[in-house]
């Protein structure tokens, strides 16, 4: 994963260096390279059909995010926070997706587990006060 404003300067930087006859492409080499079938289009911008479950969702999503660290690694598959959150809301990914909040969920488990273990012994120190 790289750090987004890299990806784009270094992209900048590779047009700027490309000669311009080789950015240029010919209308028949186009058509060289035209789908031999339509492109079918899904709307992915919309959330929901209906707006108040759509402002709904926006709702949530705006919620998630601001539980998220904002760091935009890429390490849960998404490419930022936003795209993230939004993801959680459509239902194709969970906050667990996201290395930090994983980790933090880790930690309090294992403290209660720690928490639990120390309330119960295993019956070993009675045993021996007994005998």
């Known amino acids: ?17 490309t000669p311009a006859f ?7 080499e186009l058509r060289d390279t035209a789908w ?3 492109l ?25 995010y601001e539980r998220l660290p904002a760091l935009d690694c890429g390490a849960c598959g998404s490419p930022s926070c936003r795209a993230l959150a939004e993801d959680v809301v ?10 930090f909040i994983l980790r933090r969920k880790i ?14 012994t295993d019956g070993t120190e009675e045993e021996n006060e007994n005998q």
């Open 1 to 17: 994963v790289e750090n987004l404003y890299v990806a784009k300067n270094r992209n900048r930087q590779q047009m700027e260096d």
């Open 22 to 28: 080789y950015r240029e492409i010919e209308a028949e």
């Open 36 to 38: 031999e079938k339509p």
């Open 40 to 64: 079918i289009h899904y709307d992915v911008s919309t959330l929901d059909p209906d707006m108040m479950k759509a402002m709904e969702k926006l709702r949530k999503m705006n919620e998630i």
């Open 90 to 99: 459509r239902g194709k990914a969970r906050m667990t997706d996201c290395i």
């Open 107 to 120: 930690k309090r488990l294992a403290n209660e587990m720690m928490m639990f273990d120390n309330g119960f």
